[in-house]
């Protein structure tokens, strides 16, 4: 099974009370592919500038991600500058430049068409609709959004809100969208908006799966250190994806487990700055953190 991705590939400049790092490799889709890398294949569509070079590409190689959906274009790549100084669970963005993003058309390569899985991550809605529509047959569609793209392009994203079966957002995002304060209730509004399924992320207090009328809740990770929260949601989406793409049947039971597969990846991103910890994990070390949520809940 394989997951076509589209998403911002970026380089972050990120202050967090553990420290400073200028222009580390980050975007949505850079995250979101190095988590899904663990469990399914992945391919990527995104725009990059001159200053994505060879070390960046080998970060991608290193997982076996297909990068041949990365388009080289003359300019800088999208870059990003943010900080969690007073609170953890949410960045405060200081610059974001689209740069090279600004003006990309992206064009779905031949051999990603077979993709059965496809990821709207983070970036330009107008972006996410013309890769839905470039790819009609997927079986299963998921995104994400942020405060950036709900504020200025509402229209652009209730389009894609429309054509989605899961969306994975936090929940200052799910009230900013329902324009509703409360999180059940936003959480329904969101839902009639087009996705089956909402995963709310609630920072270091866990996930929430919305269905129908039920609910899931998923713990996470209580860590001593939170290094750099930067990318944990995309990689929360790129655990629970993955793990769901991997798997023969996408069940209510597979979608329980998918929720842990995504707090037990959003909780390694946040072990080390920027994508290093996502680089170098491995599928035993993820499945014990998988037991350890198990303990977590686990009653009897
Ligand atoms: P998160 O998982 O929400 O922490 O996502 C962090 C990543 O989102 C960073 O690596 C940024 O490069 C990327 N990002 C920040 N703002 C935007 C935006 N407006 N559009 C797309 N990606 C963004």
């Not at 274009?73 to 900080?83: I, L, M």
């Amino acid at each position: 099974m394989a997951i076509t991705v589209v998403g911002s590939v970026a380089y972050d400049t990120i202050e967090t009370p553990a420290g400073k790092r200028e222009r580390c490799l980050g975007g949505a889709a850079t995250y979101f592919s190095l988590s899904a890398s663990y469990f399914t294949d992945v391919r990527v569509i995104a725009v990059v500038g001159e200053d994505f070079g060879k070390r960046q590409e080998a970060v991608f190689q290193a997982r076996n991600i297909d990068t041949r959906g990365i388009e080289h274009t003359a300019g800088k790549s999208f870059f990003w500058e943010g900080s969690y100084l007073e609170n953890l669970n949410e960045a405060k963005t200081h610059i974001t430049d689209l740069n090279v993003f600004a003006s990309f058309n992206p064009k779905i390569p031949d051999v990603y068409r077979d993709s059965e899985f496809l990821f709207l991550a983070n970036i330009d809605p107008v972006l996410q609709r013309r890769v839905r529509e470039q790819m009609p047959d997927v079986k299963l569609v998921a995104g994400d959004t942020m405060n950036y793209w709900i504020k200025d392009h509402r229209p652009a994203l209730l389009e894609v809100l429309k054509g989605l079966d899961i969306l994975l957002i936090n929940d200052t995002e799910t009230k900013m969208i329902a324009g509703n304060n409360n999180l059940v209730q936003a959480a329904r509004a969101v839902m009639a908006l087009g996705p089956k399924v909402l995963v709310v992320k609630h920072g270091e207090y866990g996930a929430t799966l919305f269905h129908g009328a039920g609910a899931f809740r998923a713990p996470a990770m209580p860590l001593e250190e939170v290094v750099d929260p930067t990318g944990a949601g995309d990689s929360f989406a790129g655990g629970f994806f993955g793990y769901l793409a991997s798997q023969p049947e996408q069940s209510p039971a597979a979608f329980r487990r998918a929720m842990f597969y995504g707090s037990v990846m959003g909780s390694f991103a946040c072990e080390r700055f920027g994508t290093e910890r996502m680089q170098k994990l491995t599928r035993p070390e993820i499945d014990e953190r998988f037991n350890i949520f198990r303990e977590l809940t686990h009653l009897d």
